[in-house]
């Protein structure tokens, strides 16, 4: 029977750190990127129980929707527009307290309060999204930012 991740608490970091080796064992000697992407999703979603979990790609200059764990998404989203699309042209990540207060914001869901969006990258470009989305206010932190982005250089992008 797999492991239910949700019950294992504790605090943000050791989440995290307790994650992280799973996902390296899901991502270990798998070589598709979708597949990859929809692991790591699902064990995020899992372990955290956000609103909503996944990634876009770059393609013909959009993100578009990749694999996600959660309501209903955008499907396309156009360089600097909302979270996103601003993370991806500032090539930056943005941890936003309150959507509400981000100016051009996308609501997907209007349940979203607020957001994290770190961009990966390849070659110095950025080819994609991860977009971490919570019901409550200030869900988002430096923590997070930290062990996303060391989830991220796991992928092979």
């Excluded at 979603?45 to 770059?58: D, R, T």
């Excluded at 991806?88 to 959507?99: F, R, S």
Aim: with cysteine.
């Amino acid at each position: 029977m797999a492991e239910d991740l949700s019950i294992s608490k504790g605090s943000k970091e050791e989440q995290y750190q307790s994650l992280i080796p799973q996902i390296t064992g899901l991502l270990e000697g798998e070589t598709d990127l979708v597949a990859n992407l929809a692991n790591v999703a699902a064990a995020l979603k899992e372990q955290f129980g956000w609103l909503w979990i996944g990634f876009y790609l770059v393609k013909n200059e959009e993100l578009v929707l990749g694999p996600f764990q959660g309501p209903v998404a955008c499907t396309r989203i156009k360089k600097g527009r909302g979270v996103c699309g601003s993370s991806w042209a500032q090539a930056t990540t943005l941890i936003v307290p309150d959507v509400e207060l981000f100016p051009g914001h996308i609501a997907c869901s209007s349940s979203s309060r607020s957001e994290i969006v770190l961009p990966m990258f390849k070659d110095g470009e950025v080819v994609g999204v991860l977009d971490a989305d919570s019901t409550d206010l200030n869900t988002f932190d430096q923590t997070d930012q930290h062990y996303l982005g060391a989830i991220i250089s796991l992928l092979k992008l």
